[in-house]
């Protein structure tokens, strides 16, 4: 079956830049979803197909996808970004949504 | 909105049967799908379904086990566990597909989430 891997750990200082990696065998082939998820909490989309934002979500979150790795990028870092985040896919070869093994991300 | 129900403590081998019923959006114009979470673990898809229940797929973990319904007419998914087992614990959320680009997309809608325990 299809494996997106993920970074377990991010630090970041409030203001500054956090990536977050999700790593699968040519992922750039697939659209990408990432979710927040905050303690206690149902996840949330924050991008989708790459790149695309909801609505609500601000502009500091984007994302990218190519070759073997999809990455979520948070600029200006605020405190409230402190959270879970997961990469997501749909495999056509398994017929399986796919998510990653998830990253905490830790704002000091 | 999605609201799940049906969740509780049940013994290891036993069958639980979840519920979640929808609002707000047309719901037979999307697949809807489970996610499971085991405590302090990541999320884990479980089951999906088309919007006219052709199309069903698993997880190779419940294949078997797990059969996932929908009921149009009541807008509302159905998540039938048999052959539990204490690796199925976890809180399990039901969850919207966003159809942006026909099937298999984001999930735009998740509900709060419903507990199973599977313990002696």
């Known amino acids: 079956s299809y494996v997106l891997t993920q970074p377990p750990s991010v630090s970041v200082a409030p203001g500054m830049t956090a990536r977050i990696t999700c790593a699968g065998d040519n992922i750039g082939r697939k659209p990408v979803h990432w979710y927040r998820q905050r303690p206690g909490q149902a996840p949330v989309v924050v991008i989708y197909?790459?790149?695309d934002r909801p609505s609500g979500v601000p502009e500091r979150y984007s994302g990218s996808n190519s070759g073997n790795t999809a990455t979520l990028t948070i600029s200006r870092v605020e405190a409230g970004d402190e959270a879970d985040y997961y990469c997501?896919?749909?495999?056509?070869?398994?017929?399986?949504?796919?998510f990653g093994t998830g990253t905490k991300v830790t704002v000091l | 909105q999605l609201v799940e129900s049906g969740g509780g403590l049940v013994q290891p081998g036993g069958s639980l049967r979840l519920s979640c019923p929808a609002s707000?959006?047309?719901?037979?114009?999307?697949?809807m799908a489970w996610v499971r979470q085991a405590p302090g673990k990541g999320l884990q898809w479980v089951s999906g379904i088309s919007g006219g229940s052709e199309d069903k797929f698993y997880a190779d973990s419940v294949k078997g086990r797990f059969t996932i319904s929908r009921d149009n007419s009541k807008n509302t998914v159905y998540l039938q566990m048999n052959r539990l087992r204490a690796e199925d614990t976890a809180i399990y959320y039901c969850?919207?597909?966003?159809?942006?680009?026909?099937?298999?997309?984001?999930?735009?809608?998740w509900g709060q989430g419903t507990l199973v325990t599977v313990s002696s």
């Open positions: 969850a919207k597909d966003s159809s942006r680009v026909g099937m298999f997309n984001d999930f735009d809608l």
């Open positions: 707000g959006f047309r719901f037979a114009g999307h697949v």
């Open positions: 197909y790459d790149t």
């Open positions: 997501h896919v749909w495999d056509s070869g398994s017929d399986q949504y796919v």
